[in-house]
Nanobody
Framework: QVQLVESGGGLVQAGGSLRLSCAAS????????MGWFRQAPGKGREFVAA????????RYSDSVKGRFTISRDNAKNTVYLQMNSLNPEDTAVYYC?????????????????WGQGTQVTVSS
């Protein structure tokens, strides 16, 4: 089992930045690829970014590429999502997820463990 706890969400004005953190506990964190997803009201959960267990490869959705950066610190069992140039369309609950399989998956069903989510609200 892997337990994931997100933090760092909040209210920010358009153009601002936030950094989300996801702290992991349980099984060896460094062996899991990690992803960030988000879910806006009335919409499905969508892929945002993912990173391999080494941190050597990353993947982003087109909507956040160039604005968001995913990173991880295996010594701290934590994955981060740095979000810059935020706009109201980024408003959502953000979830981190852990994947025991190989590679970077943009699919919700590609992940085995999920956090409870953290709210990000961007005002115009």
């Amino acid at each position: 089992q892997v337990q994931l706890v997100e933090s760092g969400g909040g209210l920010v004005q358009a153009g601002g930045s936030l950094r989300l953190s996801c702290a992991a506990s349980g099984r060896t964190f460094s062996r899991y690829s990690m992803g960030w997803f988000r879910q806006a009201p009335g919409k499905g959960r969508e892929f945002v970014a993912a990173i391999t267990w080494t941190g050597g490869s990353t993947r982003y959705s087109d909507s956040v590429k160039g604005r968001f950066t995913i990173s991880r610190d295996n010594a701290k069992n934590t994955v981060y999502l740095q979000m810059n140039s935020l706009n109201p369309e980024d408003t959502a609950v953000y979830y981190c997820a852990a994947r025991s399989g190989y590679g970077l998956s943009p699919q919700v069903n590609g992940y085995d463990y999920w956090g409870q989510g953290t709210q990000v609200t961007v005002s115009s």
